[in-house]
């Protein structure tokens, strides 16, 4: 049941990214310079999905002074492939013309990444890199969530503009409501997940961790 959370927190939040991304009225600062480096470079947004999550692996394990997470490379390749699967199908089902249509596409995905970042967050295995980066600033920091998240999502926005990524309105929401909306889901999703899976010793430190970062 676990690896079930995990996969299904991991569909949800490649979901919410394409609602984002189809919207066309900007992406989250990471997203768009995968969108940028796809259109300027080539090869798919998935595919440096998984190419990024290799150089930040690599990032986190020299801040964090430990070895690289190697497991976090299924976690990326999983969403590399989510995004490109949700892309395709959105594009040929759901094309999103009118302002209101638009609005309601963004606001639904930016929802839909609070709630599966935060689900698979919690099953503790394999966190996407970008992720991991969170709480590793989190936690050298001593700040929240959602500072760390803002400093991160900063940091990628001047990549993606350098890029000419997909950047608009729905950015600066990304930036200013997307580690506020994790901080927001993470106890919420906390409850659900100790409902279903049993919580050991470990899973509970696992959780006093999370609660010490989101307050």
């Given amino acids: 049941m676990k690896y079930a959370i995990y996969v299904g927190g991991i569909l949800l939040l490649t979901l919410g990214i394409a609602l984002t991304i189809q919207s066309n009225l900007g992406a989250s600062p990471f997203d768009a310079l995968l969108v940028g480096l796809s259109l300027n470079v080539g090869l798919s947004v998935g595919s440096w999905e998984i190419i ?46 009118m302002c209101y249509s638009k609005l309601c596409c963004f606001g639904i995905g930016l929802i839909i990444i609070g709630v599966g970042t935060s689900a698979y967050l919690h099953t503790n295995f394999a966190p996407i890199p970008i992720d991991r ?31 000419n990524g997909p950047i608009g ?15 927001f889901f993470m106890p919420i999703t906390q409850k659900a997940v100790n409902f279903i899976l049993p919580t050991s010793h470990t899973s509970k430190n696992h959780i006093k961790d999370h609660k010490r970062s989101i307050t």
């Fill in 52 to 97: 990024l999550a290799c150089v930040l692996i690599c990032g986190n394990a020299l801040l964090s002074k430990q070895k690289p997470e190697v497991l976090g490379l299924l976690t990326a390749f999983i969403t590399g492939l989510g995004i490109d699967l949700w892309l395709f199908l959105l594009h040929n089902w759901a094309p999103f013309e």
């Fill in 169 to 183: 309105v729905g950015t600066l929401l990304t930036v200013f409501l997307g580690g506020m909306l994790l901080n």
């Fill in 133 to 163: 980066l969170t709480l590793i600033i989190q936690k050298l920091t001593k700040t929240n969530l959602f500072l760390s998240r803002t400093f991160i999502y900063l940091t990628f926005l001047l990549a993606a503009m350098l890029l």
